[in-house]
T-cell receptor
Framework: KQEVTQIPAALSVPEGENLVLNCSFTDSAIYNLQWFRQDPGKGLTSLLLIQSSQREQTSGRLNASLDKSSGRSTLYIAASQPGDSATYLCAVAGGTSYGKLTFGQGTILTVHP | DAGVIQSPRHEVTEMGQEVTLRCKPISGHNSLFWYRQTMMRGLELLIYFNNNVPIDDSGMPEDRFSAKMPNASFSTLKIQPSEPRDSAVYLC?????????????FGEGSRLTVL
């Protein structure tokens, strides 16, 4: 059974800092890995999706990497801003259906001015 | 595009009552997913549909839960009878099956409180 772990559980940083969120998964047989953002009381917003054949994806200040063999992914946020404050969730799609995501518990990020 | 639309956004009901949650996927998406989110258990997949057909309902907690997708633009999740332990946020998501990306798009969720 796939298990996804995110470290740290919570992170508080000053504005402008570069930061890294970590995600690890136990079964390397995945279709893809997706990073989401969730604001309080809201749904999930897809940030980046990395296919199993890819090593990284970039969108603006965000960069996600994937090392399938070691079961790890990182989300790098450059020049953090207070608006980046949210919960960040990592999810992997594996087995026979790419849509059946297994989620980590998330990292609560607070960026203070 | 309007995104995934869920209703109601908030529902407060009493134990034993029937609850119906609704979801409209993104037009053109042919896969639909129902997730439940709680503080204790995080996000759990309840059921998903491909082309309106339920593919995997192994996450449905018990017979009190049922889900339908009568057409490509509408799905319901029903709980009957509801219990306090069903209190959670229920999230609906859709994706375009057949493509290799498999990116999921979520609605805002329905927050259910069972008293």
């Amino acid at each position: 059974k796939q298990e996804v772990t995110q470290i740290p559980a919570a992170l508080s940083v000053p504005e402008g800092e570069n930061l890294v969120l970590n995600c690890s998964f136990t079964d390397s047989a995945i279709y893809n890995l997706q990073w989401f953002r969730q604001d309080p009381g809201k749904g999930l917003t897809s940030l980046l999706l990395i296919q199993s054949s890819q090593r990284e994806q970039t969108s603006g200040r965000l960069n996600a990497s994937l090392d399938k063999s070691s079961g790890r992914s990182t989300l790098y946020i450059a020049a953090s801003q207070p608006g980046d404050s949210a919960t960040y969730l990592c999810a992997v799609a594996g087995g026979t259906s790419y849509g059946k995501l297994t989620f980590g518990q998330g990292t609560i990020l607070t960026v203070h001015p | 595009d309007a995104g995934v639309i869920q209703s109601p956004r908030h529902e407060v009901t009493e134990m034993g009552q029937e609850v119906t949650l609704r979801c409209k996927p993104i037009s053109g998406h042919n896969s639909l997913f129902w997730y439940r989110q709680t503080m204790m258990r995080g996000l759990e997949l309840l059921i998903y549909f491909n082309n309106n057909v339920p593919i995997d309902d192994s996450g449905m907690p018990e017979d009190r839960f049922s889900a339908k997708m009568p057409n490509a633009s509408f799905s319901t999740l029903k709980i009957q009878p509801s219990e306090p332990r069903d209190s959670a946020v229920y999230l609906c998501a859709s994706s375009r099956q057949g493509a290799t990306t498999g990116e999921l798009f979520f609605g805002e969720g329905s927050r259910l409180t069972v008293l």
